[in-house]
């Protein structure tokens, strides 16, 4: 793993140490427009539209997301293409340096080389996945032109708080210069946004959008926000329909054009995101990994129109997992597990819900699909270090 070395437990939060190192680089953030996305679910998805909308503009753009799924270089691109391994270990090296004087933490560090990276490439535009919070996350260490915040839900309460209003204030942190803010749950926002003189627009009372067709070939609804025009997604799951509203909004305000953003955003794609892997039996790749997700998930499973859901479930024990099952509700459960200390035991996870327990992930999968029919519908989800590891 790149800056494995750096992988600390409990490092207090703070912006200190990727000030500093930021410093020592020359504040190369400062040399392009960023547009941070936080939020608890949809951040990557969000992501990958606003950029590919962006890239569809003419605009040279930088991507950063977290956590990979495969392999390192997913997480730095320009116009859709990674950072090369060669390039990795080049910025690496010289990163590795400044930490021992900054005291980064892995995921300061990969910020630091995405924003570095960013500058020496010119790019026009950074969008950056923020990662556990916002208003301490190493993302914001940026003067962003636009703040994005995706759906809010309970996660990482032991850092970010036990209550909605709690985790929205931290996330509500990446508002400090933004020209305005795009968002999911207004009335926090509002009063952050407030602060700095801008105007908060969230979905359903600023902009809106309705449904035309969701199925298993993606998207087709009425984006309502400035403008109002059609828009598709080849991205499946009807919560696209929101990320895709949420990046359509904020591209307006990145003042761009309605035909420039339907194609960005129907072009746009993540993997492991209700990701088709294969037909025969249907076999489908989610990160859903908290209960929000689930929710998302569960009502998505209805477009397969499959007769029985079998669920390949693999999750890290600090999440709440048994909530996740009691939501999702498959037909059939097999348990599994990822090559980490997190990970929730599949004997565990079984006993609480039934099923079957294979502690290979790759070995349950294969499982699954000895037992599925050509009606049944297979799902992945749980963890995105469980898709890493079928991918893998």
Known sequence: MVFDSLLKKGSRPGLER???????????????????????????????????????AGYRVGSYFSPHLVKWNERVKINGKEISNEEIAKYESAILEIAKETDLTEFEAATALAYTYFADKKVDFAVMEVGMG?????????????????????????????????????????????????????EVFDRKAGEIGKKAYALGRDFSFEEIRADEDGNEFIYKGKRQFEIKTKMLGRYQMENASIAARACEELGI???????GIEKANIKGRLERIQKNPLIVFDAAHNPNGAESLKNSI????????????GVMKDKNWREMLDI?????????????????KAENIVKHFGGKAIKEPKKALEYAKSIAGKEDLIIAAGSIYLLGELYG
């Open 302 to 313: 209805s477009l397969f129109r499959k007769k029985r859901f079998v669920l390949v479930f």
């Open 257 to 263: 054009g309605e035909d420039e953003i339907a194609k």
């Open 18 to 56: 990727i000030e500093k190192a930021m410093k020592i680089l020359g504040s190369p953030q400062d040399n392009y427009s960023v547009v941070l996305v936080a939020g608890t679910n949809g951040k990557g998805s969000t992501v990958s539209y606003i950029s590919s909308v962006l890239q569809e």
């Open 134 to 186: 916002g208003r301490l996350d190493a993302t914001n260490v940026a003067k962003e032109k636009l703040s994005v915040i995706t759906r809010i839900a309970f996660d990482h309460m032991e850092w970010l708080g036990d209550s909605l209003e709690k985790i929205a204030s931290e996330k509500a942190g990446i508002i400090k210069n933004s020209n305005a803010v795009v968002c999911n749950m207004p």
């Open 328 to 344: 999702l509700q498959p037909d059939v459960l097999i348990a599994t597990e990822v090559k980490t200390e997190r990970s929730e």
